[in-house]
């Protein structure tokens, strides 16, 4: 029986070279769940092959900074001269639906979506040590032992936000990680500040 | 990997008839967990076969009114002359043992222990129907229709007090809530408010 029929908006965040992308696809893998990706808009060109309102929301910096004046955007940066956000209409409109709209960001962007969503379900994906995190970093090839380093000092900072989440998930084992959102899922829509307003209008009829 | 390792203290309660004992043997018999009865105190005789310290504790009045003097009680309540209540202290032993504690309780009971455990879980199994509950009432062929008039309009007030809950399952099928409660406990245990502390230990080390 279904009480609460809006869906939840999931951050999954954590530091750079935790895993998050994993876990976000392998979620996704699991059959019998509703959920969603959220799509980000973007200033950057389209690159070949990517399709407007599937990969990107692709606009212009004038439309961006429209919507980001009329508080449309639940979290943005700019990376190399151009805006990445999560605009919130379209989030909204999938919640309404009953769709779990799952947004994987980084620690910055999920600090932001919360101060505009408290609604939200935050979720801090952590190393299992510094080691393991070193070595995810270092075999990503594409980086410097530079930059290696200022990731690990970034993420040093970042876990002491991991307070303002409500739940902290280790990514010891993937399959391990996925179970742990799975249950946090099932055990979010039976909160009685979600589920109680649909208990009551169902024993009234 | 386990960062909470005190265990919690789960409060399963809800209105007379809706199958709370139920879904507590069929939740104690699944397997992978550390569940544990919390054992009443009580100032009834034993009965035949049941043993002290383990269907309850059984001990005089004198005795009892001492253990609620100095608020040892989580909570109590007295039928037909008798004392009944849960203490606190072998409750702690438990928890601090790693195990999770559960406790079937009614309503008013949970509202006692809510005031004094801030900490534990509180589930509130409900009825999927009135009728539902009503015929469950009806096929425990010791009561008169009398007092199933009594328990239904008692549990009628007693839903109001699912607010006070932090989760709410209804039980349409035994097997279905159980999972959810499952899922609860998963889901508390990543809690940041309970995990975050092992996690720092963790990353110390």
């Known amino acids: 029986m279904k009480l609460n029929e809006k869906g939840l908006?999931?951050?999954?965040?954590?530091?750079s070279g935790v895993g998050k992308g994993t876990i976000r696809k392998a979620l996704f893998k699991r059959a019998g769940h509703?959920?969603?990706f959220s799509i980000s808009m973007t200033t950057r060109s389209p690159?070949?092959?990517?399709i407007d309102g599937q990969d990107y929301?692709?606009?212009t910096k004038e439309k961006f900074e429209a919507e980001l004046a009329?508080?449309?955007?639940?979290?943005?940066?700019?990376?190399?001269?151009?805006?990445y956000g999560t605009p919130k209409d379209k989030v909204m409109e999938k919640l309404k639906e009953g769709k779990e709209v799952v947004l994987e960001i980084e620690v910055q962007g999920a600090l932001q979506v919360k101060a505009k969503m408290q609604d939200a379900v935050f979720i801090f994906i952590a190393p299992p040590?510094?080691?393991?995190?070193?070595?995810?970093?270092?075999?990503?090839?594409?980086?410097?032992?530079?930059?290696?380093i200022e990731r690990l000092n970034k993420a040093k900072n970042e876990i002491m936000f991991a307070s303002s989440y409500d739940y902290i998930v280790i990514n010891d084992e993937v399959e391990n990680?996925?179970?742990?959102?799975?249950?946090?899922?099932?055990?979010?829509?039976?909160?009685?500040?979600?589920?109680?307003?649909?208990?009551?209008?169902?024993?009234?009829?």
């Open 70 to 83: 009329r508080g449309n955007l639940l979290e943005h940066a700019k990376f190399v001269n151009n805006y």
């Open 47 to 50: 690159r070949e092959g990517e």
């Open 57 to 59: 929301y692709f606009v």
């Open 129 to 148: 040590s510094w080691e393991a995190l070193e070595s995810r970093l270092v075999n990503r090839d594409t980086e410097t032992s530079d930059i290696i």
């Open 9 to 15: 908006l999931i951050v999954i965040s954590g530091p």
């Open 34 to 36: 509703n959920l969603d």
């Open 177 to 205: 990680a996925v179970d742990k959102i799975i249950a946090i899922i099932r055990a979010e829509h039976a909160k009685c500040k979600r589920a109680l307003e649909g208990y009551y209008r169902l024993m009234e009829e």
